[in-house]
Each structure stands twice: as structure tokens, then as C-alpha cells.
């Protein structure tokens, strides 16, 4: 399911198929116009629920809707043509019990058009994940860090550096166990990441993990520097757009005051009167 492929119809049950293959290259995206430039380059495009800070200004994932996540993965859905979409599934939408999960998990896939659902948890989901996988919603699990779960976890730590290594391990083969076709792991040590993908038999997503996860993901606009609020150690900068479109506001700020912009060139003459 490279992005060479021309694979029009992509499934988890495909992605599943590139463990140990070529690495999986995913990006998180939320408007169509960037969905057109991830999509020929991704083999998955995920709807984060990371929307909520990168586009919306929350100060964490908690305050994502449902009605946002479909919005948003209408618009992605627009400009992704052969990477597998996946959309969040956010906070409170599917802990208080399996029966909600599917409700909204379906909802998700009706009304986006998306091809799987992600959801943070691990072996306390497990239930959930199974319940979901069994009735036709393909899912991609997420553990480690897990954002939704930042105030009860005390913030955003590197997991898998103490006693919670059994924890994290178990976690990964309850979620893989559960029928999940690929798992995120979010700020695990590389030691551990690297057990966990040797332990499932699904491909892992790193992202501040280990080189030697199945694949890798970014938030896009912390890929090219447009989200600059705070960033990350797992995020490598490969543009700094956010300093050049910066540049050009400011440039056309000063012509506009200048009375520069416009000129000719960018207004409309007159109709000539016919002889």
C-alpha cells in the first residue's frame, strides 16, 4: 500500500499486511487543502483529535467534540485519495461503554467516509476494541503516552522508564489480541518500543518511540513549523513556514500602508466604450 501503488481502496486489513515491510509513513492532517499535498506522499492520513490545539487553541485534546472530528474528517476525507483515513475517535466518546463506542464510532465512519477510527487505551479497552472489530469497524489502537488521559497520567511524560514497562507491554498485546490492525505508540522509550513491535504481530506507529517502530507519524504542521506554540523532542522541523508566512504578512502590512498594494497589475480597468 505504498504511496506509488495507486491502491485506491486501502484497509487496515492492507496496512496489517506491511508489518516488517517497507516503514509506514503517516501524517496527521485536518483541512483538504493539506490532505492533497500528505496524501501521494502517506500511506496513512489520521484526523487527530490534536485539531483541538494545533487549529482550535485548546490547551489540550479534552475539549474536541464529535461534531469537530466529523467536520474535520469531511475535509480531509475531500482531499485524501489513496491513504488509508483514519479519524480520532474523542474524549468521551467511547469509555462509557462499548455499546457508545460503536454508536459513535459508526458515525464517524458514515458520515466521514473514513476507512478505520483510532482510540487511546490498552488492555482496559480491550473489550471495546474487540466489541467494535467484530461488528465491521476497523481500529487502530493507541498507548503509551495517551493525550486524553494527560491530568490522570500528571502530564505529558516519556512512558515505559519505570515500573509501568509490564503495564505497557501487556497493553500492546491486549489491544493487538482485541483485533486492532496497527498500534500508536506515543513517548515510549525506544527500548520498550522496540520489544513491543519484536512481541505483536501488527504494525507500530511510532512517534517519539524508536526508529525500528513498523512506521512513523507527525503532525504536519509541526513538520513544516506552523504550529509554534510549543514543540516537542520527537519533532524534527523540515520548514519553517510559520517564519516565512510571518515575512510575507509583515511585507504586506508595509505595502499596504505604503500604498504599494495594489497596483495596477491587481485591479480592474474600466470596460472600454465601444467606437
Known amino acids: 500500500m ?21 516503514p509506514i509513513v503517516c501524517l496527521t492532517a485536518y483541512t483538504t487543502p493539506m490532505a492533497r499535498l500528505v496524501d501521494k506522499h502517506c500511506d496513512v492520513v489520521l484526523v487527530g483529535d490534536s485539531v483541538g490545539m494545533v487549529l482550535h487553541g485548546f490547551e489540550s485534546t479534552l475539549s474536541v467534540t464529535m461534531d469537530m472530528m466529523i467536520m474535520h474528517g469531511q475535509a480531509v476525507r475531500r482531499g485524501v ?19 457508545q463506542a460503536f454508536e459513535n464510532a459508526a458515525q464517524l465512519m458514515r ?3 473514513c476507512e478505520a477510527v483510532k482510540l487511546e487505551g490498552g488492555a482496559h479497552m480491550a473489550e471495546t476494541i474487540a466489541y467494535l472489530t467484530q461488528r465491521g469497524i476497523p481500529v487502530m489502537g493507541h498507548i503509551g503516552l495517551t493525550p486524553q488521559s ?18 505497557i507491554m501487556e497493553d500492546a498485546k491486549a489491544v493487538e ?23 505483536v504481530g501488527v504494525p507500530t506507529i511510532g512517534i517519539g518511540a524508536s526508529v525500528n517502530c513498523d512506521g512513523q507519524i507527525l503532525v504536519v504542521d509541526d513538520l513544516l513549523g506552523l504550529f509554534s506554540s510549543f514543540k516537542p523532542k520527537f519533532v524534527k522541523r523540515y520548514a519553517e513556514l510559520a517564519d516565512e508566512a510571518d515575512a510575507a504578512i509583515e ?11 495594489p497596483t495596477d497589475a491587481h485591479v480592474y480597468a474600466a470596460k472600454a466604450k465601444k467606437s
Request: aromatic residues 8%; charged residues 25%; glycine residues 10%.
Open 251 to 261: 511585507l504586506y502590512a508595509r505595502e499596504v500602508r505604503a500604498r504599494s498594494f
Open 2 to 22: 505504498s504511496a506509488n501503488s495507486k491502491f485506491k481502496t486501502p484497509s487496515g486489513h492492507a496496512l496489517k499486511a506491511q508489518k516488517g515491510q517497507d
Open 177 to 199: 489480541d482485541a483485533g486492532a490492525f496497527a498500534i500508536v505508540l506515543e513517548m515510549v522509550t525506544q527500548p520498550l518500543a522496540d520489544e513491543i513491535t519484536k512481541l
Open 81 to 99: 485519495d489513496q491513504a488509508l483515513l483514519v479519524v480520532d475517535m474523542p474524549f468521551g466518546s467511547y469509555e462509557h461503554n462499548k455499546e
Open 150 to 167: 494527560v491530568k490522570a497520567m500528571g502530564g505529558y511524560s516519556v512512558q515505559g522508564r519505570g515500573d509501568d514497562h509490564k503495564r
Open 111 to 113: 458520515k466521514t467516509g
